[in-house]
């Protein structure tokens, strides 16, 4: 299949052919014509698998007839997605494909100030990317101008309503045009998934791409088991490899975060940080230079990591143990994006085991255990690193999940709530799936 075969507006064919796209992936082959063809669909992916590319290069293709040519006023395009990272990031792809057309695209995200999207959404706009609770706000002091949608795109819908953003997305549907092509892309098809394309959509069509919670092929993964108090000096020894050359390191804390990345400072190895206690110029800082490989290391939580879009990753590293199958699926999902190879290597500490079971039966396969060649493992190395980590309670919960909102979400993430685990609950249950396995 080429990206020949599609129907696409020739613009962004060129547009697509400067991007260095060779062939469509199998998302981008299964859901492009349907949704040229004016379906709603339903695209389960994995994050990495092509799926932004998946409803922007149609939407696109849909646009290209219009914009510029003056008529028609309003947004035709609204993309809703839960962080104002992937935000970014779908907007990067956006300008991108459509560098060839005359495109007015508007983001919406909160932690910035609100002025400059204010007067872009009144400047009028063809298509804006949004995450739903400042959308919401703007929407009702009338900013922007919906009565000419046609193309709504949920995307990550899974993590939006873990987030809590279902009862802001009611709101902001209740104020479209009822007639409108829906798009939503979700990780998973939960339970509550379908109840939100029976509330949004009209027959969609389903495309499901590889197994449910089935991590990208592409990437290798490993499990090194380690003491708590070595994960530090493991990270460090495992650095040692120059092959290591872009390294993302989550952690579950936003202290732990930071911590992790000053002892590698410490230890002369660049680091940045990604996580919601910093500002929103500092996350933007914190990817630049990691895209630009001036810092080799970024040490991120979950939830700041949502959606990150970063070529050449060439090892994902979780230093802590990640709370949700999901996350995991995540996680290592920011490596091997596309046609890349990677490496997703986990750090399993003796309390994880039981949860590390529970991911291999969630993911359908046992991940390699392996010794880190020339690495102590049997000397104790108490650095004040070291030390203050365990000092640390083992759990509370995550502050870097944010709580949710009133109203839909708050059932749903409840499920996630980890004030169970320092009860000494560790059992480890994908979310979302509960009971469906
Ligand atoms: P996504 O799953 O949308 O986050 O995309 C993952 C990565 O794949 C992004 O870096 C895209 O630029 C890249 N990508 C998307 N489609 C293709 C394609 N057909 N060929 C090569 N890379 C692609």
Known sequence: MSFRNLSLDPKILQAVQEAGYTEPTPIQTAAIPPILAGSDLIGIAQTGTGKTA?????????????????????????????????????????????????????????????????????????????????????????????????????????RMLDMGFLPSIRQIVRQLPSKRQTLLFSATLSKE????????????????????????????????????????????????????????????????????????????????????????????????????????????????????????????????????????????????RAHAVGDAISFVTPEDYGELRSLERFIGRGIVRKKAEGFNYGVAQPSDFAASQQRQPRSHASPSRPQPRSGGGASHGGQRSSGNRSHGNRNFRPSGLQGRR
Do not use: W
Request: charged share 25%; proline share 4%; net charge positive.
């Open 54 to 158: 998946a409803f922007t290069l149609p939407i696109l293709t849909k646009l290209a007839a219009v914009v510029g040519a003056g008529g028609q006023r309003g947004t035709r395009a609204l993309v809703l997605a839960p962080t104002r990272e992937l935000v970014l990031q779908i907007e990067e792809n956006v300008r991108i494909y459509g560098k060839h057309l005359p495109l007015r695209v508007a983001t919406v995200f909160g932690g910035v100030g609100e002025h400059p999207q204010i007067n872009a959404l009144r400047a009028g706009t063809n298509l804006i990317i949004a995450c739903p609770g400042r959308l919401l706000d703007l929407m009702g002091r009338r900013c922007a101008d919906f009565s000419g949608l046609q193309y709504l795109v949920l995307d990550e819908a899974d």
């Open 193 to 336: 998934i379908e109840v939100l394309t029976h509330e949004f959509q009209r027959a969609p069509k389903l495309v499901q791409i590889g197994r449910r919670s089935n991590p990208a092929e592409t990437v290798t993964q490993l499990v090194y088991e380690v003491p708590k108090h070595l994960k530090p000096a493991l990270l460090v020894h495992l650095l040692r490899d120059p092959g290591m050359n872009m390294v993302l390191v989550f952690s579950r804390m936003k202290h732990s975060a930071d911590r992790i990345a000053r002892n590698l400072e410490e230890k002369g190895i660049r680091t940045a940080t990604l996580h919601s206690n910093r500002s929103q110029n500092q996350r933007l800082r914190a990817l630049k230079d990691f895209k630009s490989s001036a810092v080799r290391v970024l040490v991120a939580t979950d939830i700041a990591a949502r959606g990150i879009d970063v070529d050449g990753i060439s090892h994902v590293v979780n230093y802590d143990f990640p709370m949700h199958a999901e996350d995991y699926v995540h996680r290592i999902g920011r490596t091997g």
